[in-house]
């Protein structure tokens, strides 16, 4: 019984990882439409928002209640995280690949290590060190600046996935310190709640509502919400209830294969033998990083609330 309780517990939180892991396929549809990489960022963030608040209107709406300081963090975590990776991660997409973009975006973790060591002075051990070598020079063979010297990537597509990563692990800096006060669903909503403010003030998103008259845009950015963005992170977060953290990042490590399978299989990507051995690098330099030494649920992991 305890066995198959943890393979549920595995599947569950690897389904969660596999939502984000389908982005592509919920963003392709909306740059057909004509929509720019800002704008699916504005519909991602507004359709989430919607969904979540519902959700816990219906179901938790006693965590709807918060202290009004702490919306500094939400609105932090909401614009300068949430809504600036991102762009930096579909602009990525749109110029390059999926793959390259979320190769990129899994820089974050080590991005979180070293702001982690600079305000919240944790320790940089050779473990983490070793990482961040191993990120460095899979980006490297990802990009093509390894091992012939041809970086076939502009280094403009390049900066803003290495920002992707960067931004992305703001979302921890803003967090970490309400963890403590508010459920992983409470600081998720609010956040969206900041991001889909920011992008209607900064979006151009109110002046394309007619080409929400098509079908597949609506069905595009209703599963771009619900199951790239919801779904994930209820999946995802269930699993964590029953896990350690770092087991369930590490677990998470299945999103960046799911979303190199999906450019190759459905969008007509193209990978060449060091670029997989590029991605195979990056990955593991975040497992090494999940796999700090943390000491069950104790050693609180705050890359553990994803909200791709």
């Given amino acids: 019984m305890k066995k198959l309780l943890s393979l549920k517990v595995y599947i569950i939180t690897i389904a969660g990882a596999t939502c984000w892991g389908l982005i592509g396929l919920f963003i392709t549809p909306l740059y057909d439409r004509g929509f720019t990489p800002w704008d699916v960022v504005a519909i991602r963030g507004i359709f989430t928002f919607v969904i979540l608040f519902l959700l816990m209107s219906i179901f938790y709406r006693d965590q709807l209640r918060t202290r009004l300081k702490d919306h500094l963090f939400f609105a932090g975590a ?68 390894l091992p012939f010297g041809q970086g076939g ?44 403010i920011f992008m209607l003030l900064t979006s151009d998103i109110l002046k394309k509502t007619n080409q929400f008259q098509h079908g597949d845009v609506w069905m595009a950015a209703v599963l771009l919400a619900l199951v790239a963005t919801v779904g994930g992170f209820l999946f995802y977060t269930s699993g964590l209830t029953h896990l350690e953290a770092s087991k369930a990042s590490i677990l998470a490590t299945i999103e960046p294969i799911v979303a190199v399978l999906t450019g190759v299989l459905f969008l ?25 030494g943390s000491k069950g649920k104790k050693a609180v992991n705050i890359q553990a609330y994803k909200t791709h």
Avoid at 270 to 287: E, T
């Fill in 268 to 292: 007509g990507e193209h990978l060449r033998g060091w670029q997989l051995l590029g991605i195979g690098l990056v990955l593991y330099s975040a497992i090494l990083v999940a796999g700090k």
């Fill in 78 to 145: 909401g614009i300068f995280s949430i809504a600036l990776f991102n762009f930096f991660y579909f602009e990525v997409f749109s110029q390059s690949s999926l793959s390259l973009a979320v190769t990129l975006l899994y820089t974050g973790p080590l991005f979180v290590t070293i702001l982690s060591r600079l305000f919240f002075k944790e320790v940089l051990t050779i473990r983490k060190g070793v990482a961040l070598v191993l990120a460095v020079i899979g980006c490297a063979f990802v990009v093509g600046l």
């Fill in 153 to 196: 990537i502009p280094m403009r597509t390049l900066l803003m996935g290495v920002l992707s990563g960067f931004c992305y692990a703001l979302y921890s800096i803003f967090s970490k310190p309400i963890t403590k006060r508010y459920s992983a669903l409470t600081i998720t909503t609010y956040t969206f709640f900041y991001t889909s």
